[in-house]
C-alpha cells in the first residue's frame, strides 16, 4: 500500500460477512461497549497513514485516527525505524514504580525513554511555566490525578465546576465530571459538590445558551459563572472551590467549538479567584486542532493538562 496512490476502495459494503462474524465472535463475551460493528480493523492487512483495510478487505479512509489515538496515523515511517531498537518485551511499564534507562548517558540515548518523554512535554509546555509530569495508564486516570492535585492544593470545601457536554472519563472521579450522555452516570455515586454550567458555543451576542444572565441592580448582563462567584451575592464562596475542569473544544460532547469569549470569561474568573484551571486535552491536545495545545487558541494560561490518546500513556502535566 502506497501513502501517495493509495484511494478508498469499498468492495462489500460495511458491514460485510467476515465483519458481521467478528463482530459476534467478539461480543460473545466481550461487556458492552461503544462497539460499531460496521468497523472490524483487520491488522494483518496493508495500513498507511490515514488508511486501513477492515476484515472484508475494504481500504477505509479513517478520519478519527483512530478514535483519537494514532496522532501519527497508521505505519509512520519514522516510529517503524526504531522498531529494531526494541529487543526487550516489555516496552510499556508504569513509570512511577521504577526508572527505564537505555545505555550508559542519557544525553547520548539513541532511544527515547519515559525520562526523555518528561523532558519533551515540559519542552512543549515551557509557555504554561510548567516543570512536572506524572504518567499514568489512561486519560481517565490523568483526570483523576489532576483533581487530586487541585482538592490537596486547596484543602477547601472541594466544590469542582465542570461544563455541559463534559466528557473526562468512566473511573469514578471523572465519571462525575461527565455530562455528555446519561448512560454514562446512572446510578454511580458521585464526588458530591461538582457544579455544572453551560458550554458556550454562540456565534453572536444574542447568546441563547444560558451562559449569560440578567442579573438584579447594576450588574447587568454578565456570566452565570460569575454570578455564581461573586463574594457579595453568588453561591459560593469562591474560596471553596477547589478546580475548573473543562475541554477546550468539547470530543464526545458533540465536537464542539466554543465561543472565544466564553473560554477567555472562565480563564478570567479563575485567575481572579485563584482557582485551579484544568484544561482536559486528552482529545484535542497534541496538534489535533493547529495549535500544540487547543487552550492556546484562547490565549488563557491552565495551571494544569490532561494528555492521553497519542500520546500512548495518560500524563498530568502541571507546575512543579
Known amino acids: 500500500m502506497n501513502r501517495n496512490t493509495v484511494q478508498v476502495d469499498i468492495k462489500v459494503p460495511p458491514p460485510g460477512p467476515n465483519a458481521l462474524k467478528w463482530a459476534e465472535f467478539h461480543r460473545r463475551y466481550a461487556a458492552r461497549s461503544t462497539y460499531h460493528k460496521g468497523f472490524i480493523w483487520d491488522r494483518s492487512r496493508p495500513a498507511i497513514g490515514p488508511f486501513c483495510t477492515d476484515v472484508d478487505g475494504n481500504v477505509i479512509l479513517d478520519f478519527v485516527s483512530h478514535v483519537g489515538s494514532s496522532a501519527l496515523g497508521y505505519n509512520h515511517p519514522d516510529l517503524l525505524g526504531f522498531t529494531h531498537l526494541q529487543r526487550i518485551d516489555p516496552d510499556r511499564y508504569a513509570g512511577c514504580d521504577f526508572i527505564g534507562a537505555w545505555g550508559e548517558d542519557p544525553e547520548k540515548c539513541p532511544f527515547p525513554t519515559p525520562s526523555h518523554l518528561h523532558y519533551k512535554l515540559m519542552e512543549i509546555t515551557s509557555q504554561f511555566g510548567f516543570g512536572s509530569a506524572f504518567f499514568s495508564n489512561s486519560g481517565a486516570e490523568a483526570v483523576e490525578n489532576a483533581i487530586k492535585i487541585c482538592y490537596d492544593r486547596k484543602k477547601n470545601y472541594g466544590y469542582g465546576i465542570c461544563f455541559y457536554g463534559a466528557f473526562h472519563g468512566r473511573t469514578l472521579g471523572a465519571l462525575s465530571l461527565n455530562r455528555s450522555k446519561k448512560i454514562q452516570r446512572d446510578w454511580f455515586p458521585q464526588v458530591p459538590n461538582i457544579m455544572d454550567f453551560p458550554y458556550c458555543t454562540c456565534r453572536d451576542q444574542a447568546c441563547n445558551c444560558g451562559w449569560m444572565v440578567c442579573c438584579t441592580g447594576k450588574e447587568g448582563i454578565r456570566s452565570r459563572l460569575d454570578h455564581f462567584l461573586d463574594p457579595d451575592i453568588g453561591l459560593v464562596d469562591p ?23 466564553f473560554i477567555k470569561e472562565v480563564g478570567r474568573l479563575a485567575r481572579r479567584y485563584s482557582i485551579p484551571l484544568i484544561s482536559d486535552e486528552i482529545q ?27 500520546l500512548r500513556v495518560g500524563a498530568t502535566l502541571g507546575k512543579t
Open 239 to 261: 474560596e471553596e472551590v477547589a478546580f475548573i475542569i473543562l475541554e477546550p473544544i468539547q470530543g464526545e460532547g458533540g465536537y464542539n467549538v466554543p465561543n472565544v469569549d
Open 284 to 310: 484535542a491536545g497534541l496538534g489535533r486542532t493547529g495549535k500544540l495545545w487547543a487552550i492556546e487558541h484562547f490565549g488563557i494560561q491552565p495551571d494544569i493538562i490532561t494528555v492521553a490518546k497519542p
